[in-house]
């Protein structure tokens, strides 16, 4: 938000019951472990799930068949190794890449493509090392085993690149001349991103003497246009897609208090109707469906929690059926099959920090996958309470109250 300097205010801290033994601070060491799980992914067929988390403080990822229940160990670190992981993504149906952070190490990041066979009675992966400097733009859906591939050919020149639709095997030998490469770039740019249909459509620049961000987009023509500069320390400004009315629709900043997704049209430059604007929050991200390109989802913090409000039927009406069987519970979806009909959620709330279910929609069964943290299951968390208070100037502050187990002196901050 431009103008709301967030406050928190803190009555009173945590109070909580061991079972029904006397009630005692929780270690600090569990409080701020690692979280076991941490991802829960499932790929577009709702065949494969992949989860990474810590065990503890050593990175786990495992690759689960969901049909034929077998389970395969893809990473484990081992102990005092302190691998970190930064990303994790499908590229394909039996395939994933994920990267890895070591800060002590001399190459700090990592990436790994995972190839996963399948059959009746087992499950396998294959595990390399990807070789080639530079990040995927994005997964070719429509082909098995491509990406768009932004490729740095010199150590010397970060900010040079090219970009290639590229097999995942060319990125493990770091051998692009096989590959097709994508010529029509912009001299600038450093980032690229795609549209919702998977196509290359929008370029990003950042100028560090003069403190400015630029983006471009590819017209009909497929020449780049100039879409917006602005400052990126003061405003957002993020393209999602373009809408059917040919108005591009975005997130940012620039007209309103609060980051909200927008209709900006890229012949006048101007900014046209508001899509979507929470009352209180800034908006984070926002999905546009593939075939008609209408808003689908958008997503906010909520108290600090990740909330996700659907305009696709079919989820919402899965919101409908879970606000049943989670009375009282908050709840979000991560991941879904492309049909939408196998969906990982997470559920919780503020006595509980996340449980894991795999939703198999169609047969109404839910499978549990696992905590959020195990550490803190023992553990029995007195509820939270949120609260607003209005400031003599007229503006509301959040605040948080937990009421203790028993009398106790509260606490200020």
């Known amino acids: 938000m431009k103008y709301l300097a967030k406050i928190a205010a803190l009555i009173f801290v945590i109070g909580c019951q061991l079972g029904h033994a006397t009630e005692q601070l929780i270690p600090l060491d569990d409080l701020i472990s690692d979280n076991t799980l941490s991802v829960a992914k499932i790929n577009q067929q709702g065949n494969l799930l992949i989860t990474a988390g810590y065990t503890e403080g050593r990175l786990s990822i495992t690759a689960f068949d969901i049909e034929n229940e077998h389970l395969a160990n893809v990473f484990f670190a081992k102990e005092d190794d302190w691998y970190r992981l930064s990303s994790i993504q499908w590229i394909d149906e039996d395939s994933f890449v994920y990267r890895t952070f070591r800060q002590s190490q001399k190459n700090t990041s990592v990436s790994w493509l995972v190839n996963i066979t399948v059959t009746n009675q087992s499950l396998s992966v294959k595990t390399s090392r990807i070789n080639a400097r530079g990040y995927i733009i994005d997964p070719l859906v429509e082909e098995n085993d491509y990406v768009w591939f932004a490729y740095y050919p010199s150590k010397t020149k970060p900010k040079k690149l090219n970009i290639y639709k590229a097999h995942s ?245």
């Open 169 to 413: 095997s060319a990125l493990i030998r770091d051998n692009f001349r096989e590959q097709q490469e994508y010529s029509n770039r912009i001299s600038e740019a450093e980032h690229y991103a795609t549209d919702a249909s998977g196509a290359i459509k929008f370029a990003r620049a950042f100028d560090e003497d003069k403190i400015t961000s630029t983006y471009w987009y590819l017209d009909e023509n497929q020449d780049w246009q100039e879409l917006y500069q602005f400052d990126p320390y003061e405003y957002e400004f993020e393209p999602i897609g373009f809408l059917p009315n040919g108005k591009l629709a975005v997130i940012s900043n620039l007209e309103t208090d609060v980051k909200s997704l927008v209709e900006f049209d890229v012949k006048t430059k101007t900014f046209a109707n508001i899509l979507y604007q929470h009352a209180r929050y800034d908006l984070e991200s926002a999905k546009l469906n593939k075939t008609n390109q209408r808003l689908e989802a958008i997503a906010y913090f909520d108290q600090g929690e990740w909330r996700t409000e659907y305009f696709n039927s079919e989820m919402q009406e899965l919101e409908k059926r879970l606000s049943n069987t989670f009375a009282d519970k908050q709840y979000s979806f991560l991941s879904s099959s492309e049909d939408e009909s196998i969906v990982v959620l997470r559920v919780f709330s503020s006595t509980e920090k996340g449980l894991y279910y795999l939703w198999h929609k169609n047969k109404n069964q839910m499978r549990f996958i696992g905590e959020q943290n195990s550490n803190l299951v023992k553990y029995t968390f007195q509820p939270t309470t949120t609260l607003d208070i209005t400031s003599k100037s007229g503006h509301k502050i959040e605040t948080y109250f937990t009421r203790p187990p028993h009398t106790v002196q509260i606490m200020y901050y």
